[in-house]
């Protein structure tokens, strides 16, 4: 008899069915996870291991309440927290709060805490070589440092000499140029500078006191009530937007630029070394991206608010000076001076230095003719 919808015999319609069961059974049988040993990772040897959440406790040297200075970082953990889907959790901290503002970089090869964000050149007490990785007196603009830091081989040697400390390091934000301080009195000779109590960092700082002024270095939250007081007389920090939040204009009318110490000034992520294997790759590549990120953010942002700032300044009794062309020659030759010292005396100064010297002579060439004369 034949199956008049389908014009099959009833022998042909049972081995139709036959056949559809066994294709079925073929079917469930390659959609059915692979058997295991108990404990095994369900998803297979060749499988990416699920990310294990992590919190970071993450000290920044500065106060996150100053703009471009402070604030980049909770741009960054906030990048890594969403970008991650939450696997990493990361809690910043105000300076002091857990570890010293000049102790990050220590802290965390120590492990005391996981992560931090400051300026390197607060190790260079400890670390001669650190503070060219955060600024170099009559040294590369900002875009010209990130340029030799991700194509010049900049971040290569950081990574080396960091590992060889304990931490691994990353580029995390940069500013522009520093005012060159705010001064009770005027600044027109040499002379005004010798015996100057002056709260100044990095080789700046040594530069200024081989020129005969008494330097001290002290966190951003303490300067103002050392200006105030008297116990300095002039001081340097950031760009003006930063200097002004802190309150140095009601104290010291007299606002010294270019920022001839700080050119660029770059902050940078460490990271505990073993924190930083416990991460899967996508993990670090959310790290990284943040950082990134935040480079390019922190550059515009920081360049963003300045002008309105000096233009109110101006309106409210601040002497926007420009150090004479004497005095900026004299502070480039001393500066030289260090520097080759600093070279002389450790190899790995001179290791970073000669790399940052000979990719700015090769950036030359095309800084030389591709942008406008400062005229136009």
């Not at 058997?35 to 998803?43: I, K, L, M, N, V």
């Not at 970071?56 to 980049?72: E, H, K, Q």
């Not at 805490?113 to 001669?128: H, I, M, R």
């Not at 080789?203 to 300095?232: C, H, M, Y």
Request: net charge negative; hydrophobic share 45%; aromatic share 10%.
């Amino acid at each position: 008899m034949n199956d008049r919808r389908t014009g099959l015999s009833n022998r042909e319609a049972l081995v139709a069915v036959a056949v559809a069961l066994a294709v079925g059974v073929v079917a469930s049988l390659a959609l059915r996870p692979p058997s295991r040993a108990p404990g095994a990772d369900p998803r297979g040897a060749d499988a990416p291991v699920a990310e294990q959440h992590q919190r970071w406790r993450l000290p920044a040297a500065f106060g996150t309440n100053l703009p471009a200075l402070g604030d980049n970082i909770l741009y960054v953990a906030e990048s890594i927290q969403s970008a991650s889907a939450g696997s990493l959790e990361v809690e910043v901290f105000e300076p002091g709060e857990l570890v010293p503002a000049f102790g990050i970089t220590e802290a965390v090869r120590d492990a005391k805490v996981e992560a931090g964000y400051t300026w390197l050149g607060y190790d260079q007490g400890k670390l001669p070589w650190s503070t060219l990785f955060g600024a170099v007196p009559f040294g590369m603009e900002p875009w010209e440092y990130t340029a030799w830091w991700y194509e010049g081989g900049g971040r290569e040697i950081a990574e080396d000499l960091y590992a060889d400390w304990g931490v691994h390091v990353m580029l995390c934000g940069i500013i522009g140029p520093e005012s060159a301080g705010w001064f009770r009195e005027p600044v027109r000779t040499l002379d005004d500078i010798r015996g100057l109590k002056i709260r100044f960092a990095g080789i700046g700082g040594a530069v200024l006191q081989r020129l005969g002024a008494s330097v001290t270095l002290l966190p951003g939250g303490e300067i103002f009530q050392a200006l105030e007081k008297g116990a300095i007389d002039a001081t340097e920090y950031s760009m003006p937007a930063i200097d002004q939040r802190l309150g140095f204009d009601r104290v010291a009318r007299f606002n010294y630029f270019p920022g001839w110490h700080q050119p660029f000034t770059a902050f940078h992520l460490v990271v505990n070394p073993a924190v930083w294997a416990a991460l899967s790759p996508a993990q670090r590549a959310v790290v990284e991206t943040s950082c990134t990120a935040g480079v390019a953010r922190n550059l515009a942002h920081g360049e963003a608010i300045q002008g309105a700032v000096l233009n109110r300044s101006r309106e409210n009794g601040v002497q926007v000076e420009s150090l004479p062309d004497d005095v900026l020659r004299e502070l480039q030759r001393v500066t030289g001076e260090i520097l080759e010292e600093e070279a002389a005396a450790d190899a790995d100064f001179r290791r970073v230095l000669s790399s940052q010297r000979a990719f700015s002579a090769e950036y030359q060439g095309w800084k030389g003719v591709g942008y406008l004369p400062r005229d136009f």
